[in-house]
T-cell receptor, first 114, second 113 residues
């Protein structure tokens, strides 16, 4: 039990599909994050929510749409993705959005776009 | 802007040997530094962090790292490698109140019997 739970663990979708990734944290944290992990690349920060407010959108294409209904839940809605979007998508949380608060990660969703 | 360089994308050691994973950073302000470990099919787990104070930081599983400002380094070490240490290790930096963590590309550690 990592404290941060992501579902599904694996997802295969076509380029015309719409799907959503879900993340839930049980740590009482106030900040939640989406990261993209591709092979041979550093982790890429996608979105940050602090106290349910989006505070960072790191130039992510609009085919990725985040939603944070409360401090414990985070979603990533996907539509009309491209094959290059195939990656491991990691959700993380921290006590608050500050540089010295370590991130707690979920186990990720392995996304394959066909 | 902050950045992280991990020297060596792949390090291989024998069981019982010293583990040394190198990390250099750049930051315009005093940095916060982290090492994370990722086992196969899992997310990242915090090994240790440096924020302020003592420059030698001890973490989980017998790992430690030393913050050297003059060398802008934060190398990770473990005196004796164990088979269970085989994983990918990521160094990361953030600047003060800036919550954005910048990660290195990672170093894959292989431990040979």
């Amino acid at each position: 039990e990592t404290g941060v739970t992501q579902t599904p663990r694996h997802l295969v979708m076509g380029m015309t599909n719409k799907k959503s990734l879900k993340c839930e944290q049980h740590l009482g944290h106030n900040a939640m994050y989406w990261y993209k992990q591709s092979a041979k690349k550093p982790l890429e920060l996608m979105f940050v929510y602090n106290f349910k407010e989006q505070t960072e959108n790191n130039s992510v294409p609009s085919r990725f749409s985040p939603e944070c209904p409360n401090s414990s839940h985070l979603f990533l809605h996907l539509h009309t993705l491209q094959p290059e979007d195939s990656a491991l998508y990691l959700c993380a949380s921290s006590q608050e959005g500050r540089g010295n608060s370590p991130l707690h990660f979920g186990n990720g969703t392995r996304l394959t776009v066909t | 802007a902050q950045s992280v360089t991990q020297l060596g994308s792949h390090v291989s050691v024998s069981e019982g040997a010293l583990v040394l994973l190198r990390c250099n950073y750049s930051s315009s302000v005093p940095p916060y530094l982290f090492w994370y470990v990722q086992y196969p099919n899992q997310g990242l787990q915090l090994l240790l962090k440096y924020t302020t104070g003592a420059t030698l930081v001890k973490g989980i599983n017998g790992f430690e790292a030393e913050f050297k400002k003059s060398e802008t380094s934060f190398h990770l070490t473990k005196p004796s490698a164990h088979m269970s240490d085989a994983a990918e290790y990521f160094c990361a930096v953030s600047e003060g109140s800036n919550y954005k963590l910048t990660f290195g590309k990672g170093t894959l550690l292989t431990v040979n019997p």
